[in-house]
């Protein structure tokens, strides 16, 4: 039975930490901010998300290309002026 109430002691501990942790959010750097945060409307999540795909193509072109160069070119390069 001492387990039992250890267990169940243990259980209301995490349940009070967990809920003045919960009470702190709004009071602490950030809580403007999250009370002022809302959803996005669609339109404004379809831009982000066009937005953001189109930087993870840019910095993927910008990789591929260095890659083709290291790979491709500059032992070309070297080829051609005899190293």
Do not use: C
């Not at 967990?18 to 959803?39: D, F, N, P, S």
């Not at 840019?58 to 260095?66: D, K, N, Q, S």
């Amino acid at each position: 039975m001492k387990k039992e109430g250890s267990i169940l002691d243990k259980a209301w501990e995490i349940q009070h930490k967990i809920e003045v942790r919960q009470e702190r959010i709004g009071k602490g750097k950030y809580g403007r901010v999250l009370k002022m945060a809302r959803k996005p409307t669609n339109e404004e999540y379809e831009k982000t998300a066009k937005i953001t795909s189109l930087g993870i193509l840019a910095v993927g072109a910008l990789g591929f290309a260095i890659y083709m160069l290291i790979d491709q070119v500059i032992p070309w390069m070297l080829e051609a002026l005899g190293y």
